[in-house]
């Protein structure tokens, strides 16, 4: 069975081919949907055009959310390529190395600033633009980190951005329940990408995760693509919205 056979879906966030957004392209695809692809700048182009090939997407662009004028850009090519589509994947975080070094104090306006515009407010633009697009049953999926409800070493600013996306989820989802539009987030647990390197002590963290979580074992990105397909299927999912899903092991659970 195919769950998304004829569904369209727009996947924001691939860097490369470690990245989880493409372990949720490829696990769409097996599943029937036709796929769009967008690049942060020239730099990324390079990587994402032959994955976008790879995963025969009907189009990939060039998306900076730091930028409007790529707003505006996005959705003239969404509409123009395929109208109306059904599912948005926002799987892109950024915050200053400086910042994600232990010392939250010493956080500057600047990379509070940047970090919440790009990991946060990017969120709150995509579907403020693309909701006129979306069909009905249409499916908004965040990716997200526990490190926005629980102190984690080193996550400092980029934990307070993603409370900010968890948030602004649950804001989105109730605007746009009456459209019929469900919008969640999945809380995954840490998986080794590009994003990740800029993390400080990561691999302490993973260890952590593989010693101490209920199932004493890391993650995958394809575990991650397994629930975002859940939660992109309206037949699998039709009424949960405005929730944060963790694929962490149980880690999230624990207390002492
Ligand atoms: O352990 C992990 N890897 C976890 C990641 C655990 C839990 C959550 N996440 C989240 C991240 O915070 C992010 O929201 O998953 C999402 C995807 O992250 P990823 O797959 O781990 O990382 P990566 O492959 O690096 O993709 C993130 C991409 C960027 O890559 P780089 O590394 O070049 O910053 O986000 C994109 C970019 O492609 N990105 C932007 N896209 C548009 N406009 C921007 C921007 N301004 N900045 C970064």
Not at 37 to 53: F, H, I, Q, S
Not at 87 to 109: M, N, P, Y
Not at 129 to 156: C, F, Q, R, W
Request: a neutral charge.
């Amino acid at each position: 069975m195919s769950f998304l056979h004829g569904k369209k879906a727009l996947i924001l966030g691939v860097a490369n081919e470690r990245s989880i957004a493409w372990a949720i392209a490829k696990k769409f695809k097996s599943q029937g949907a036709s796929l769009a692809m967008t690049y942060l700048n020239d730099a990324l182009k390079k990587r994402v055009v032959p994955l976008a090939r790879e995963a025969d997407a009907d189009f990939v662009c060039e998306m900076d959310v730091t930028r409007d004028d790529h707003f505006d850009s996005l959705k003239k090519t969404v509409e123009q390529k395929w109208g109306h589509f059904d599912i948005l994947v926002h799987s892109l975080a950024f915050a200053d190395r400086e910042d994600l070094k232990g010392s939250f104090t010493q956080t500057s306006r600047k990379g509070f600033l940047l970090a919440m515009d790009i990991s946060a407010y990017s969120l709150v633009g995509l579907c403020q633009h693309l909701h006129p697009l979306m069909n009905e049953e249409a499916s908004v999926i965040a990716m997200t980190y526990h490190g926005s409800t629980k102190v984690v070493k080193n996550y400092d600013v980029m934990g307070v951005a993603k409370a900010a996306l968890e948030t602004s989820m649950m804001y989105l989802a109730d605007d746009l329940g009456p459209k019929g539009i469900r919008v969640n987030c999945i809380s995954a647990g840490p998986i080794k990408t590009l994003a990740a390197s800029g993390i400080g002590g990561f691999r302490r963290i993973l260890e952590t995760v593989e010693e101490r979580s209920p199932l004493r074992r890391n993650i995958s990105a394809d575990d991650v693509s397994s629930t975002a397909l859940f939660l992109a299927s309206y037949d699998l999912s039709k009424n949960i919205t405005g929730q944060t899903l963790y694929v962490d092991s149980g880690f999230s659970t624990l207390g002492i």
